[in-house]
């Protein structure tokens, strides 16, 4: 039918594209293996396309041996030998002459044909006694037949293409570019009776992406969720710092401000300074004691220091 003869010729050629995978995958493999040891791996790109023959051939051929050999002989002759060794007639006569000599014929074999007798006419020698004689002999040829049968899946033509990475710096010579293509060609088996072609030329990769040397992407790198753990960790603790701890130690401080001065001091407790008020600025008389009173009233009232300050700069204005 139809049906099946569409998946015949599907399957057939299933099979054919997958026999021309292997043969270009085996060659292809074979390219790596020797220009990798010698550009590095990234540093060039191969492709091998063959085209394969995958019909089965068969031939047979049959051819005989041109001297045969003798295998049988039968003969016969018929003469008189009394008849020859009476003397007869009259002496001198024409009719005492003796008939001439006949001439031997080499029996010739039918070709193709074993132990076919072929009859031949005469002996071996001339014999007057003999009035006929007849022989029959048989040969053998010795025959040879030789079948040969090509099995599928021989390469019919190869083409190979290799593009070398350029240099950084620099240029490849035409003499290196030489070099790599008859060590190309000695890989794959270079064939010129079939037409094969090989082709290398040297260009500059475009991008990064083909550099097999290059490292893994960043985000790739097994310390990156390492430092994400630790900085989200850093994250926190400052934010409790600044949200938590700190509004409480501003808290405390201010608490601490704001406790009567007029506490008694426990034993063995350093006295704490009184706050100063703008009177005993007035009844400062000493450098070192006024200085030491603006200190104190600044350290104890920055609004009002400030304020006084701005009054000071004004009144010089």
Known sequence: TKAGGRDAA??????????QNRVEDKYRQQ???????????????????AD?????TQATRE???KQGTLRAETGNWTG??????APGGIPGALSNTPPPASTLQVPTPAVGASGSPQPVAGGGAPDPAKQSDQYQRAYDLGREVSVTRAAPGSVKRLSVAVVLREPEKGRRTAMEVNQITDLVKSAVGFDANRQDQVTVISKKFAGAAVDADAGPAWYDNSWLPVLARNGTAIVIALLVLFLGVRPLAKALMKKRDDAPT?????????QVAAPVSLDQLEQSRGYDERIGAVRGFTRDNPARAALAVRDMIKADK
């Open 10 to 19: 599907g399957a057939a050629s299933d099979e054919r594209l997958d026999v």
């Open 63 to 65: 051819s005989y041996d």
């Open 52 to 56: 394969v023959n995958l019909d089965e």
């Open 262 to 270: 007029s506490a008694p001091a426990l034993p063995g407790m350093a």
């Open 31 to 49: 390219l790596v293996q020797l220009l990798t040891p010698l550009l590095g791996a990234g540093n060039f790109s191969a492709e091998v396309q």
């Open 80 to 85: 008189n030998q009394a008849s020859a060794t």
